[in-house]
């Protein structure tokens, strides 16, 4: 299965681990041992790395968690994947995409709320986010916020339809509690987002 929803046409193999942290780990000594190569760097400024202070022929990988969860789901644009890519190609780097929060298969169905006081300064909404994910809580629906403002809707693969319609009508409910001014300001000491 994860073979094949993997996209590319090559040789696939999967190693199954108990982390995300297990899985960082197992990459940096496979990418190590691939190119001969030591060292794991981000992509922050990865170009002005390589152009002023860190060899590229030392680098085995750059690392990047594409949709950057903690960040508060943030989708990198398309050509500046592509440019990181190609640097990575034309260094003989491997590209490491570390995804364990959204990106792997887990678009589109699986979502990411941004509370904003205002849509068009995209103001993050803080206070909007832990009321509602502490209502949801008192509800029954566990879920977390990322970044101050994003509500992380992550359930759980083996879901059944009844238990998704339930939660998705707890999280309206608790919506429409928050902007009635139902939800104290008390739970803000207690609702601690990620
Ligand atoms: C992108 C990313 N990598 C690694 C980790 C670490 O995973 P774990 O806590 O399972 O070790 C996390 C945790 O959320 C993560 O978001």
């Known amino acids: 299965?994860?073979?094949?929803?993997?996209?590319?046409?090559?040789?696939?193999?999967?190693?199954?681990?108990?982390?995300?942290?297990?899985?960082?780990?197992?990459?940096i000594k496979l990418a190590r041992c691939y190119t001969g190569r030591s060292k794991i760097i981000s992509f922050i400024q990865f170009e002005i790395a390589l152009k002023y202070y860190m060899p590229a022929e030392e680098i085995a990988?750059?690392?990047?968690?594409?949709?950057?969860?903690?960040?508060?789901?943030?989708v990198p644009p398309q050509r500046y994947m592509k440019r990181l890519y190609?640097?990575?190609k034309a260094n003989d780097i491997?590209?490491?995409?570390?995804?364990?929060?959204?990106?792997f298969g887990r678009t589109g169905k699986w979502f990411g709320i941004?509370?904003?006081?205002?849509?068009?300064?995209?103001e993050r909404d803080g206070v909007a986010a832990a009321k509602i994910c502490y209502r949801c809580w008192e509800k029954g629906v566990i879920l977390t916020f990322f970044a101050n403002n994003v509500l992380r809707v992550q359930p759980p693969l083996v879901i059944t339809k009844d238990d998704m319609d339930r939660a998705i009508d707890i999280i309206d409910e608790s919506i429409q509690d928050y902007l009635s001014g139902d939800i104290s300001d008390?739970?803000?000491?207690?609702?601690?987002?990620?």
């Open 86 to 88: 190609e640097i990575c």
């Open 114 to 122: 941004d509370l904003v006081k205002d849509r068009d300064t995209n």
């Open 186 to 194: 008390e739970v803000l000491g207690i609702a601690k987002g990620w």
């Open 94 to 103: 491997l590209f490491v995409s570390e995804e364990v929060q959204q990106g």
């Open 61 to 74: 990988a750059v690392i990047m968690e594409p949709i950057a969860g903690d960040a508060g789901l943030v």
């Open 1 to 27: 299965m994860l073979t094949k929803i993997t996209p590319g046409d090559f040789k696939k193999r999967v190693a199954f681990g108990l982390s995300g942290s297990d899985a960082n780990d197992g990459m």
